[in-house]
């Protein structure tokens, strides 16, 4: 699901993404995960917390998730570009 999202947002960003990940982050507050997002030898990160992957899964993304992968994208852009 979060595969999809991510697509979608860099394509309509412009960034071609080889590779999207999200790896299991510490459990704080609720659990947090780390999403990893790939492109021509460059990569990002950002922290992405349970709440916001289940308001995904029931389709109703967070508009704070979407400025998250934004943001990443618009880094990963920026390293592609340099």
């Known amino acids: 699901m979060i595969n999809k999202f991510v697509n979608d947002l860099a394509t309509h ?3 071609k993404i080889s590779k999207v990940t999200l790896n299991g982050g510490s ?4 659990q947090d995960y780390i999403l990893g997002i790939s492109s021509k030898g460059h990569s ?3 922290i992405v917390n ?3 992957l289940e308001g995904l899964q029931k389709c109703s993304p967070s ?3 979407e400025m998250k992968i934004k943001t990443a994208l618009e880094r990963l852009k920026i390293l592609q570009e340099s």
């Open 50 to 52: 349970q709440l916001e």
């Open 13 to 15: 960003s412009g960034v």
């Open 44 to 46: 990002v990160k950002t």
């Open 63 to 65: 508009g704070f998730l």
């Open 27 to 30: 459990d704080v507050a609720c």
